[in-house]
């Protein structure tokens, strides 16, 4: 409907500035979500992640924040994304360095390892939830191998994430396949007390050693 003494232009323009600030509160209520969930997950770990709770302390209904995510698991993969975003920002910022693959994977997964585990009660919220086996969190779990991969061929490659269009071969996938569940299983090991965050990346590249991952001159 148009406003008295405006245009049909006009109208929609207000209408447009509208939904944007619409769109501003939504964003800043799924932050206050998302920050309350990760903060009690690293106070009291996966079970000290309660619905309840995160609506309290964001100051959200708990109507409303069942409209943003059906479930903690959803919450904290949402939390999970971020931090793959900030790991690819890094890998474009200052790509790894390393005269061959091997070198660079465990580089990289030095610095995956280290950026996940940083906050480790936080870090096993995030595993078990990988794990929670849901169908409504499948495609979060499905999205995260996916760019975990991408970024998996691009340091094999030697190459910023997102700096060539070729398409992985199959080899890559595998690789990268093979890798990141190395990865993951070690991680699980972790978090279950088994060993270190170092002893995580050097899973991965007694792995990428058994695959015989190296540079052409080696």
Do not use: C
Not at 9 to 28: F, I, N, P, R, V
Not at 150 to 177: D, H, Q
Request: charged share 25%; proline share 2%.
């Amino acid at each position: 409907m148009a406003t008295p003494g405006r245009t049909d232009d006009e109208t929609s323009l207000e209408d447009l500035l509208q939904g944007s600030q619409l769109a501003a509160s939504q964003l800043k209520r799924l932050r206050r979500i998302v920050d309350a969930a990760t903060q009690l997950a690293e106070k009291g770990g996966f079970d000290g992640v309660k619905l309840r709770d995160v609506a309290e302390v964001s100051e959200v209904a708990l109507g409303t924040l069942y409209k943003y995510f059906r479930s903690k698991e959803d919450i904290l993969l949402f939390a999970l994304a971020e931090e793959v975003e900030r790991m690819e920002a890094s890998l474009v910022a200052k790509p790894i360095e390393g005269a061959s693959p091997r070198q660079r994977l465990t580089g990289f997964f030095q610095q995956a390892t280290r950026s996940l585990t940083r906050k480790p009660h936080f870090a096993r919220a995030v595993l078990r939830s990988l794990a929670s086996g849901d169908s409504d969190t499948a495609t979060k779990v499905a999205e995260f191998h996916g760019r975990m991969t991408t970024m998996i061929v691009s340091v094999l490659r030697g190459k910023p994430v997102g700096a060539t269009s070729r398409v992985a071969t199959i080899g890559e996938r595998e690789m990268a396949f093979v890798l990141q569940n190395v990865w993951y299983a070690s991680l699980i090991g972790w978090a279950g007390g088994l060993h270190s965050t170092k002893a995580v990346a050097e899973h991965v590249t007694t792995a990428a050693a058994l695959m015989r991952i190296r540079s052409h001159d080696d």
